[in-house]
């Protein structure tokens, strides 16, 4: 058995080494380059070319007839501002995306004098630095459009990158260099070979954890449990579902969809698209972005988008508020149906509270929520309370009404299910023994109550999604600052940042109360213990 687990450990730790070197950089206030490369162009004007602008057959062209033929045939880059920093180059795409050009990189190179001999060769020459994003893989295209323009060009890309194709005349390739002559378009197809190799590695390394899930699965299957072994199990089960959640959610906010700056062009400017691409690796290929993505939740880092292209939002109060709301409101529901599941009544009577929990249940959040609004308006001051978005004392007395209407609204799941089994325990044999020896009631309640709570808290996981799911509503119309309210303005705004920050909350909710409810359940089950 150690022998398995040594090298399955060893499998797993050469399938890890590629990944350490992926790009897990600190961001700060300052926007660097994040991924640049160098461009020179240099465009012949021919003696043939000069010739048609020599209008007196002088053999010269004068300064007149040298702007004309810069007029008519000099390259057009149209450069575009962007800020104090950058400039869009239109007439280059990069995977059909323009680039974001630093403009103090750019120099231009001059070689002629007036009077301009005709029978010679001129140039005119631009060269710069360029910064772009990528389409999210390892082989990508620059294109250059110069319609009528020819000379020479050459580029260098970062060492790690290799030129795999080009449309280059007599072109001279080394590895991440290439120059050739142009002839009004220039096509360069290259490879990112550091992301090629390690896509090999992440598609194994995927494979291998999932063989290591597997087999966490099968050793914890089944058979009998004791303390320790049933929180590992929990845990990890948990984990686990913790995993997958967060990948779906990373998968769909930043693999599947549009273009990285569709996606965040709705709340930002050119340069803060560009630092946000930066920051989440969005020019990356997915794995580099899913190692990155796991780096920011780990230390936090995930939370610094909840204020990008938004007012500011608070997110320690949001999720302290909620998190209340959610506390208050499971202590009151579970309580409250414990408490009148176990009052003894007739199985033949009509039980009234069923029939108003019931009918709660059937009521839409929103709705309920409104219709309470309405009927508070005849008294102003708990009105206010209720809708201004104010601190301290009001909002406290909002977030205890709040909680009080969410246990009104999930209460009825709970209820029936313990008023059910605590029906069902009256009837059995032991109650009437205690009850002919004369055990008091309130001692019987005790042994009823202990063996309602059982079943009562094994499906007290599945109601917490209601809940958690009505909670964002309340907070919506209540206008609660907590993370519900952080969900729908992301939604509305198209912020993904505020929505992937409210459903890690969820998530992270949803897997403590699942390990809290098994380890309630080993305390209040006996058959669990042994």
């Keep these: 058995m150690i022998k398995k687990i040594i090298i399955v450990l060893f499998i797993i730790s050469i399938l890890l080494i590629p990944s350490i070197h992926a790009k897990n950089s600190n961001i700060n206030s300052e926007i660097k380059d994040r991924y640049s490369g160098h461009i ?56 059909g995306r323009n680039p974001i ?13 007036f009077p301009m001999p005709v029978n010679t060769s001129s140039y005119y020459a631009i060269s710069f630095n360029f910064t772009f994003y990528l389409n999210g893989t390892y082989d990508h295209t620059l294109k250059i459009s110069l319609p009528d323009v020819s000379g020479m060009f050459s580029i260098a890309l970062p060492k790690n990158d290799t030129i795999l194709q080009s449309n280059l005349i007599d072109s001279i390739t080394e590895k991440n260099k290439i120059k050739g002559r142009f002839d009004s378009s220039i096509i360069i197809k290259f490879r990112e070979e550091y992301y090629y ?39 990890l089960r948990n984990l686990f579902a913790l995993f997958i959640v967060l990948t779906i959610l990373f998968y769909i906010l930043w693999v599947f969809g549009p273009p990285p700056q569709v996606r965040v062009g709705g709340i930002s400017d050119i340069v803060m698209r560009f630092y946000i691409i930066k920051y989440y690796h969005l020019d990356r290929p997915w794995y580099d972005q899913y190692l990155n993505w796991w780096h920011l939740i780990l230390t936090g880092g995930i939370t610094k988008g909840v204020n990008w ?32 599941a176990i009052r003894k009544k ?45 601190n301290g004392w009001q909002e406290g007395i909002r977030i205890i009404i709040a909680s ?15 008023h059910s089994i605590a029906n069902r325990e009256y009837m059995e ?50 206008h609660i600052k907590g993370i519900g309210l952080i969900l729908f303005k992301g939604t509305i705004n198209g912020n993904p940042f505020q929505i992937q920050i409210a459903i890690i909350y969820f998530s992270l909710v949803m897997i403590a109360a699942s390990i809290f409810s098994d380890i309630v359940i080993y305390f209040l089950d006996p058959r669990v213990r042994r």
């Design 40 to 95: 020179f162009i240099k465009q012949i004007f021919s003696p043939q070319l000069k010739k048609e602008y020599d209008k007196d057959h002088s053999g010269y062209l004068d300064f007149s007839e040298f702007l004309k033929l810069l007029d008519e045939n000099m390259m057009k880059l149209n450069f575009t501002p962007a800020g104090n920093y950058f400039l869009i180059f239109h007439n280059l795409t990069i995977d």
């Design 101 to 113: 050009v630093n403009l103090k990189g750019i120099h231009k190179y001059e070689n002629y004098s």
């Design 197 to 235: 190799r390690m896509s090999i590695y992440a598609y194994s390394f995927l494979a291998a954890l999932i063989g290591v899930f597997v087999f966490i699965a099968y050793k914890f299957r089944g058979g009998r449990v004791k303390g320790i072994k049933l929180l590992i199990r929990s845990t």
């Design 309 to 340: 292209g938004t007012q500011p939002i608070d997110l320690k109060n949001a999720i302290i508020v909620s998190l209340t709301i959610f506390i208050l409101t499971t202590v009151i529901t579970y309580f409250s149906s414990l408490y009148l």
């Design 346 to 390: 007739s199985p033949r009577s009509l039980d009234i509270y069923a029939a108003i929990f019931l009918a709660l249940y059937s009521i839409p959040t929103f709705y309920a929520s409104l219709v309470i609004l309405q009927t508070f308006q005849n008294w102003p001051l708990l009105y206010d309370a209720l809708v201004s978005p104010t």
């Design 404 to 418: 009080l209407i969410l246990s009104l609204l999930t209460i009825a799941r709970p209820y029936l299910i313990a």
């Design 429 to 478: 044999p032991y109650v009437k023994t205690f009850q002919a020896v004369g055990l008091t009631p309130k001692r019987i309640k005790k042994f009823i109550k202990k063996s309602t709570m059982i079943p009562t808290m094994t499906d007290l996981v599945l109601n917490f999604g209601w809940i958690l799911t009505a909670q964002v509503f309340l907070e919506v119309i209540f």
